[in-house]
C-alpha cells in the first residue's frame, strides 16, 4: 500500500504530551473523490498533526491494517462513493477486532442527514457534511483526540 | 483590429478618466472589495477598453464561425442551424432502472444520452467481487456483462440516439459490450454514433478510476483510436476532459492547460503508433466544466478552440479542418453545488449553463440540484434539462453567435486565458510531455495547492458562497432525495452469477485466453478480441483480470 506522511514542522509546546495527534487519513472504496481528504490531510499537518494519507481505493482491512501498523489515534475517512453504510461500520467491527475500539473514527463526504444518526449510534465519533470549514475539523481533531503516550 | 491612432487616443482617455473620475469616485467611498478577481482568483480590472488588444487581429485571432481558427465557433451556423445537444448524465441501480430513466430522459426532450456507471465497472470489478461490497448501484448504473447491457439499452434505437458514456480504465470492454449490442440489434458499427470518454491521463491527474499503469493504457487507446478508424468511423474516439482536473480543484487556466496537454499527448502517441493524423484526429472531442465565474469560462471556451486549432494545423501539421476543430461537452460543475439551501443550486445551474451556451458548447449536461447529496431524484433532474430548455426557448441566448465575441473584457480575457495556458503546455514539454509530467506528479501538485488555495479563501471569508459562508439560514431547507434499494446488490450478483452458469464455458475460457495471448503482443489490436469475447458472456471483472495479469496496475502515489 502507498501511504504518503506529512509531518508538521513544530514542535509540541512544553508541558505537553511530546508525541503529537497521529492520525490516518482514508479513503475507503472504488470512488476517487480525493479533494475532501487532501485539503483536510493538509491542514492537519499545518496545524501541527501528524498524517498519514492511506491514499485512494483502500479496502476496510487495508485501512485497519494501516492504522495499526501506524498507532495512530484518530481515523477520518472520505466517502463519497454512497457507500457509507457499509464501510465505516465495517472499519469499526474491524477496529473492535484488533481491539483497537479507542481509536476515534470521524468522516465526511457526501452523506445524507438521514444516515448521519445512524452512523454516530454505530460508534462513528463525528459525520462533516460538505461546506464544513478547514478549521471546525482542525479544532475538533485538537479537542477530540488525545495523542496516545 | 483598430487603427493605432484611435487606439492611442482611447489609451490617453483611459488615463484620464482613471485620474479625474475613478480616483476622486473611489475616495469617496472606497472599492466593495480591496481586490476584484475570479473564482480562479485571477485580478480583473475595473474596466477593459480597445487599447488592451492592440495586438488583437480579426482575421487571425477570431474570424466568422466554422472559420480558422474557431475562436467564435466551430459551426458556420452554431444554435441557428441546430441547437446543442441536451446531454444528461445518468444512471443508478440495476440496467433496469436506468434503462427507465434513459427513457423518461428522452421522453421530456433530451436528445442524447449519458451512461454513469457504478463505481465497481469505473474500476473494472463484477459486481460480485469483494470490492463492490456496498457500492452496487450506488453512484451509477451496474454492467458486469453483455447482460447488462443489453438490459440498459433495451427499446433504445442505437442508430437514432448517440450514446456518450463516462468509461476510462475499462473504456475498450465497455465499448465492446456496446458493439456487441449493436451487433445484436442488427446496427452496422458504421452507423453508430456516441463517445467514450477513454481519457485515462486525467484518470490519473483528477478523476481517478484506473486500471493499468500509463503505457498499457495508452497502448489500449492506441488500439481504440486504430479500430474506430476503420470500423466505426463516427464514433467520438476520446472525450479529452477538463471537467474532473477543475472538480479537484484547478483553476480555469489549469483546466484548459492540462487538457489540452493530455490531447497533445493522444495525438502524439496515435502519430507514433503509425496512424495519419487526419484518420483519427477529427474523432477526438473535448470535455469541459461550466464552473461558477461567468466571463472567465466563456473565455476559457473561446481559447480552448483556437489554442486546439493552432496546435494541431502548426503543430501536428494536420491539413483536414476537423481536426483542427475542437467540438466540446460541458457539464456544470457539481464541485460549486451547496447542501445548504439546495434549491439554490438551481441558479447557479443555469448561470454556469448559460456560460457553456455563450461559450459555444456542442452539448451541455446540466446539474440536478440535490447532487450534493445524492443521486437526482427523477424532478431534480427534470428541473436540470428544463433549465437548459428555458435557455434554449425563452432566453434569446441561442439567436445569434457568439454574442460576447468583441467584448473588450471577453476578448481581454480569452488573450489571457491562452497565454498563461500556452505558458503551462511550455513546461510540460520540456518535461517530456503529459506522461512523464504525470509521473513527477506535477499536475496533481498544481491542482491540490489550487484546491488548497480556493479553501482558504473561502474559509477567510475573500470568497463568498450563498448559504455557506454568506446569507446562512439556522434551518435547512429539505428536499427529496433518491434512496438506492438495498436489494440491488443481491439481484444483480445473482444475475451475474447466472450468466456465468449459463454461458458456454469452453468459448469463454478460450476468448479469455485469446485476449491474454494478444495483450502480450503490441502488433494485435485488442478491441475485436474484446468484442468476441463480450459477445460470449465474458464479464468486465473476467476481462480486467486477465489483462490486469499481463499489464500490471496502476495504484496511488497518495500525494498531498
Known amino acids: 500500500m502507498a501511504t504518503a506522511r506529512g509531518k508538521a514542522a513544530t514542535t509540541a509546546a512544553p508541558g505537553k504530551p511530546s508525541r503529537k495527534i497521529r492520525i490516518l487519513v482514508g479513503k475507503p472504496g472504488l470512488d476517487g473523490h480525493d479533494r475532501g481528504a487532501k485539503i483536510i490531510a493538509r491542514a492537519l499537518r ?16 487495508m485501512i485497519v491494517n494501516a492504522a495499526a501498523q501506524e498507532d ?34 470521524f468522516g465526511g463526504g457526501i452523506i445524507p442527514d438521514d444516515d448521519i444518526p445512524k452512523l454516530v449510534k454505530r460508534g462513528v465519533d463525528r459525520v462533516f457534511t460538505p461546506g464544513t470549514a478547514i478549521q471546525e475539523i482542525v479544532d475538533y481533531v485538537n479537542g477530540r483526540i488525545q495523542p496516545r503516550r | 483590429m483598430y487603427d493605432k491612432k484611435i487606439l492611442a487616443a482611447v489609451s490617453r482617455r483611459r488615463k484620464k478618466w482613471q485620474e479625474d473620475l475613478l480616483a476622486p469616485a473611489l475616495s469617496k467611498s472606497p472599492g466593495r472589495l480591496q481586490r476584484f478577481s475570479t473564482v480562479s482568483d485571477v485580478e480583473i480590472g475595473a474596466i477593459y477598453s480597445p487599447d488592451l488588444l492592440s495586438n488583437l487581429d480579426y482575421g487571425e485571432d477570431l474570424a466568422f464561425p466554422g472559420e480558422y481558427p474557431y475562436t467564435r465557433g466551430v459551426q458556420p451556423s452554431m444554435y441557428r442551424g441546430r441547437l446543442w445537444t441536451m446531454r444528461q448524465f445518468a444512471g443508478y441501480g440495476t440496467a433496469e432502472d436506468t434503462n427507465a430513466r434513459f427513457k423518461f430522459l428522452l421522453a421530456q426532450g433530451q436528445t442524447g444520452l449519458s451512461t454513469a456507471f457504478h463505481f465497481p465497472t469505473l474500476m473494472g470489478y463484477d459486481s460480485d467481487s469483494p470490492r463492490a461490497k456496498g457500492e452496487v448501484g450506488m453512484c451509477g448504473v451496474a454492467v458486469d456483462s453483455l447482460k447488462d447491457m443489453e438490459i440498459l439499452f433495451d427499446g433504445i434505437p442505437l442508430d437514432k440516439v448517440t ?6 480504465g475499462p473504456a475498450a470492454m465497455v465499448f465492446a459490450m456496446y458493439l456487441a449490442v449493436a451487433e445484436k440489434q442488427g446496427v452496422p ?40 478508424s476503420d470500423r466505426v ?32 499527448a493522444y495525438v502524439q502517441a496515435g502519430v507514433d503508433a503509425g496512424i495519419d493524423v487526419d484518420r483519427f484526429a477529427p474523432r477526438l472531442s473535448y470535455f469541459f466544466n461550466a464552473h461558477m465565474d461567468f466571463f472567465e469560462e466563456i473565455a476559457k471556451y473561446r481559447a ?6 493552432r496546435i494541431m494545423r502548426d503543430r501536428f501539421h494536420a491539413r483536414d479542418e476537423n481536426s483542427w476543430k475542437l467540438r466540446f461537452h460541458t457539464q456544470t460543475a457539481g464541485c460549486t453545488l451547496t447542501a445548504q439551501q439546495p434549491l439554490n ?80 503546455i511550455r513546461k510540460i514539454d520540456e518535461m517530456g510531455g503529459m506522461v512523464a509530467a504525470i509521473k513527477r506528479g506535477y499536475p496533481q501538485r498544481e491542482i491540490a495547492d489550487a484546491a488548497f488555495h480556493y479553501q482558504r479563501l473561502v474559509d477567510a471569508g475573500a470568497k463568498r458562497i450563498v448559504g455557506v459562508n454568506a446569507y446562512q439560514i439556522g434551518e435547512q431547507q429539505q428536499i427529496p432525495l433518491l434512496k438506492i434499494d438495498e436489494s440491488v446488490e443481491k439481484r444483480q450478483v445473482a444475475r451475474t452469477q447466472e450468466v456465468r452458469r449459463k454461458r458456454d464455458r469452453k468459448r469463454a475460457q478460450a476468448r479469455i485466453a485469446a485476449l491474454k495471448e494478444g495483450s502480450r503482443t503490441s502488433n494485435a489490436n485488442l478491441m475485436p478480441l474484446l468484442v468476441e469475447a463480450a459477445m460470449e458472456y465474458v464479464t468486465l471483472g473476467e476481462m ?13 502515489p497518495a500525494m498531498f
Request: glycine share 8%.
Open chain 2, 544 to 556: 480486467c483480470d486477465a489483462l490486469r495479469e499481463t499489464m500490471g496496475v496502476y495504484t496511488d
Open chain 1, 46 to 61: 499545518d496545524a501541527g498533526v501528524e498524517v498519514i494519507y492511506t491514499g485512494l481505493h483502500q479496502t476496510p482491512e
Open chain 2, 304 to 309: 480552448a478552440r483556437r489554442m486546439w486549432a
Open chain 2, 233 to 264: 468511423p463516427k464514433w467520438n474516439t476520446i472525450s479529452i476532459s477538463g471537467y474532473h482536473i477543475r472538480e479537484a480543484g484547478s483553476t480555469a487556466v489549469q483546466e484548459l492547460a492540462f487538457t489540452l496537454a493530455d490531447g497533445i
Open chain 2, 163 to 168: 450514446t456518450s458514456m463516462t468509461i476510462n
Open chain 2, 345 to 424: 443550486n438551481i441558479a447557479r445551474v443555469a448561470l454556469q449553463a448559460l456560460a457553456g451556451i455563450l461559450g459555444g458548447t456542442q452539448s451541455l449536461h446540466t446539474n440536478s440540484m440535490d447532487e450534493t447529496m445524492a443521486l437526482p431524484t427523477e424532478q431534480a433532474a427534470m428541473v436540470a434539462l428544463r433549465t437548459q430548455q428555458i435557455i434554449a426557448e425563452e432566453s434569446g441566448a441561442a439567436n445569434t453567435i457568439d454574442p460576447l465575441g468583441g467584448s473588450f473584457f471577453v476578448e481581454q480575457l480569452t488573450n489571457q486565458m491562452e497565454e498563461q495556458a500556452s505558458e503551462y
Open chain 1, 72 to 105: 495512530v489515534d484518530g481515523i477520518g475517512l472520505s466517502i463519497l462513493s454512497g457507500a457509507h453504510n457499509y464501510l465505516f461500520p465495517k472499519v469499526l467491527d474491524l477496529l473492535k477486532e484488533k481491539k483497537m475500539g479507542n481509536v476515534v473514527v
Open chain 2, 189 to 228: 458499427f458504421r452507423k453508430l454514433g456516441g463517445t467514450i470518454q477513454n481519457d485515462i491521463l486525467k484518470e490519473y491527474i483528477a478523476q481517478h478510476s484506473w486500471i493499468f499503469p500509463p503505457e498499457p493504457s495508452m497502448r489500449i487507446i492506441t488500439d481504440i483510436l486504430a479500430y474506430c
